[in-house]
């Protein structure tokens, strides 16, 4: 690798997506992935419609239509009461370009843009490769990798880390992971049930304190996604012994469902102290985490993604000076530390944890109101917009 190429540190949904990005911009870049293959744990399966005019560009739309399922109801359910509130993308016809979400599992997401960054000239992943080291100079970065017990060395202008919540690419700056860690555990689990038999809409928010729930359709053919919360403090190797507990006290009708998969996860509200330094850059998980109530994880990954992809292989072509990595660094914490974080945290709450009623009464007048308004479900609908931030090779007026 020279001082031209770039580097990407993870081949989740993010680190593809960049390096597809930089790939379309006609920079060489180099995939380095620790694990064998691409993971396949229940994870991100909500795309905004927000989002989707970035994957549209990059070539990725038509593929996650045809994988995924393109939807439009959400509902919000009070489990002791039987209230539902409904919405519907419908009204956001004539006021945004793309007026519906589509649901697909990250995983495929990962392998269609995997499939897409491989058909590009000059680019290269790597399975089985782990990142142990980075120094920088002036001129570039040394990038420390083993594979097969085998240390190498690579040399590239700049690093994307793009390496997950854990990442060690952020250790290694030295940099600080700054937030909190919820005590409950998130248990996604994947199921065949037939939940719209029983008037559950496209993607669901179940309000409940001890059964808490966020339902979302997969894949269109009885495929679906359940999220639920349990004490941290219980033993998490038995938490598949606990699963069908969940199930009889909150399927409807006959209760027969298929586990398809499930795992347990940690949730916490943390962001990297600098998502720059010097010719690494951080983006998605490695960046910021945060609990998935409202999905809005990888959809702040995924905005990091393009407006990256885009400066990064403006300063490679040296089209842009290397400042404009500074910006991508302030915008996107920015974006995270004053909008995701608090959303996602205040809608976990109230999904998973509400027991104060004047609260949960507040958020239902706000949703009850929207549900017979068609002008405030627009905003309402219209979650990920604030995420965004402006291309950076935007000139600022
Ligand atoms: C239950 C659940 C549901 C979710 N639902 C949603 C949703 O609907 N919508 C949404 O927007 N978000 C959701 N999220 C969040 C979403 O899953 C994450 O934001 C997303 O995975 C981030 O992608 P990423 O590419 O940044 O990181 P990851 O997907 O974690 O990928 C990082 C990659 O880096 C690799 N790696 C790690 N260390 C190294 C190393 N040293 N060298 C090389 N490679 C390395 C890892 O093996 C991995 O493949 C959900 C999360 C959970 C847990």
Known sequence: MDNNKVVVVGAGPVGLITALGLARAGVEVLVLEREPALATSPRAIVY?????????????????????????????????????????????????????????????????????????????????????????????????????????????????????????????????????????????????????????????????????????KIDGKGLWRCTYSEDAALPVESVHERIPAYFAATLPGDQRYELVQ????????????????????LAGDAAHVTNPTGGLGLTSGLFDSFVLSEALAAVVRGESGAEVLDRYAEDRRRAFQEYASPLASALKQLVFGCRDETMLEGALTGLRRAAADPELQVRQLMVSQPLETPSLLTPTA
């Open 48 to 216: 905004y419609g927000g989002v989707l005019g970035g994957l549209d560009r990059l070539g990725l739309l038509d593929d996650a239509l045809k994988a995924g399922v393109r939807t439009t109801t959400v509902q919000f359910l009070v489990r002791r009461t039987g209230e539902r509130i409904a919405f519907d993308h419908d009204v956001l016809e004539g006021h945004v370009p793309y007026p519906y979400n589509v649901n697909l599992g990250q995983d495929r997401m990962a392998d269609i843009a995997l499939r897409h960054l491989l058909r590009l000239p000059g680019t290269e992943v790597r399975f089985g490769t782990a990142v142990t080291g980075i120094e920088q100079d002036a001129d570039g970065v040394t990038v420390t990798a083993e594979a097969d017990g085998v240390l190498m060395r690579l040399r590239a202008g700049w690093v994307v880390g793009a390496d997950g919540a854990g990442s060690r690419v952020r250790e290694l700056l030295g940099l600080d992971f700054e937030g909190t860690t919820w005590p409950e555990r998130f248990v996604a689990t994947n199921i065949r049930f037939p939940y719209d038999q029983h008037g559950y809409a496209d993607a669901n928010m179940v309000f409940d304190p001890e059964y808490g729930a966020v339902i979302a």
């Open 262 to 281: 499930y795992s347990p996860y940690k949730m916490h509200q943390r962001a990297a102290s600098a998502f720059r330094s010097g010719r690494v850059v």
